[in-house]
């Protein structure tokens, strides 16, 4: 029997030096030194033995079990070791480590566009002043010289603000989604302070939603009112404006129009910084733009009605207005041609980062 022992002894200590974890020793101490292990095994046939036999086998028995025991334990011990040392490895943090600052975030393409006309407008004494959002007809469009009825009305694709399927309706007339900011024109003069020279920026709204048109924008008013103002002051303030807003290489031109609240009324076109207003680009009809000039927006001396509307009186004051689409405005300025308006709105991220 005892060399069947040397031989357990050999194969116990051969495969101990296998086991990698807890469960690797479970299973070894039940194959080994279990109930049924094959120690147990070996030791059955102690009972066919003599007396003398027994008892020497029997003391050589105890010790090989013993040292069994013995080199378990201590390889049990180098496991739990080695684990709480992995654990350590894994879960080990730097405490002196500095942290993760988020990034830094900005202010929003139209944000930004708004603030820079605040600034530029500032310093020929325009103020930033604010009209409702939502807004009665009458600001919208009675006051401008746009009675019930008047076809311009149309060309503002207005919302209309109802209660259940009723339209709101008041002294004023209907509610509306302001279609524009030059609601502020008359909302400005009735405050009854002169002269008078402000900026209204605000959102506006519209029935439209394609590659240049979003449903919700937003419009820059400027208003100048006091005696004998002239249009070419209008067109100064304009020169003024693109120049720090564009660059100074940009012109201004005053295209008639017609707006029912102004008299004269004009476009205003920026030259395009591809071909500098001449159309033309290395030989070729320039691509960017409409015989060299861009629209940005409308303009003119403020229609007598409209002044009378503000509680004037237009033999004493007159004054010119202009307003123009901030993301538009934006979207035009040097190396930003954006091809879809939409994206503004969009929060995506990789858009607007790069603004
Ligand atoms: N309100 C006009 C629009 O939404 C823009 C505009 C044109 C504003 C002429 C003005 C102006 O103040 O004089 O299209």
Redesign the pocket.
């Known amino acids: 029997m005892k060399p069947k022992l040397e031989e357990l002894k050999v194969g116990f200590l051969a495969a101990l030096d296998n086991v990698k974890d807890d469960q690797g020793l479970e299973e070894l101490r039940v194959e080994y030194l279990g109930r049924k292990g094959k120690l147990g095994d070996i030791l059955k046939g102690l009972k066919d033995l003599s007396v003398e036999e027994k008892k020497d086998i029997g003391a050589f028995a105890n010790t090989v079990k013993a040292e069994l025991e013995s080199v378990f334990k201590r390889k049990q011990a180098e496991l739990a070791h080695e684990l709480a040392g992995a654990k350590a490895q894994d879960e080990w943090i730097d405490v002196t480590a500095p942290g993760i600052a988020p990034e830094p975030g900005h202010l929003h393409f139209s944000t930004q566009a708004i603030e820079e006309f605040v600034d530029i407008f500032k310093q020929l004494g325009f103020v930033r002043v604010r009209h409702p959002e939502v807004d009665w007809d009458y600001y919208a469009f009675e006051a401008l010289n746009m009675p019930k009825g008047h076809p311009a009305r149309d060309?503002?694709e207005t919302f209309f603000i109802a209660d259940g399927d009723k339209v709101m309706e008041g002294e004023k007339g209907k509610m509306v989604l302001t279609?524009?900011?030059?609601n502020g024109?008359v909302r400005e003069m009735e405050k009854g302070y002169m002269p008078l020279r402000m900026m209204s920026i605000n959102k506006?709204y519209r029935r439209q939603a394609d590659v240049t048109h979003v449903p919700m924008f937003h419009?820059l008013?400027?208003?100048m009112i006091d005696k004998n103002v002239t249009l070419a002051q209008l067109k100064g303030t304009f020169d003024f404006f693109v120049k720090r807003f564009f660059g100074p290489d940009r012109e201004v031109r005053l295209r008639p129009h017609h707006?029912p609240?102004?008299e004269p009324?004009f476009e205003l076109d920026i030259s395009c910084n591809t071909c500098h207003g001449s159309g033309e680009f290395e030989g070729n009809r320039c691509r960017m733009c409409k015989e060299g000039w861009h629209e940005l927006?409308?303009?003119?001396m403020?229609h007598p009605n409209v002044i009378r509307a503000g509680g004037l009186d237009p033999e004493e004051y007159n004054g010119?207005?202009?307003?123009?689409?901030v993301e538009r405005c934006m979207s035009m300025k040097s190396g930003m041609n954006l091809r879809d308006l939409r994206i503004i709105y969009k929060n995506d991220i990789r858009f607007l980062k790069q603004f």
């Open positions: 060309e503002w279609p524009h900011t030059s024109q506006t419009q008013e400027g208003l707006f609240f102004t009324s927006g409308g303009a003119g403020v010119f207005a202009f307003g123009w689409g």
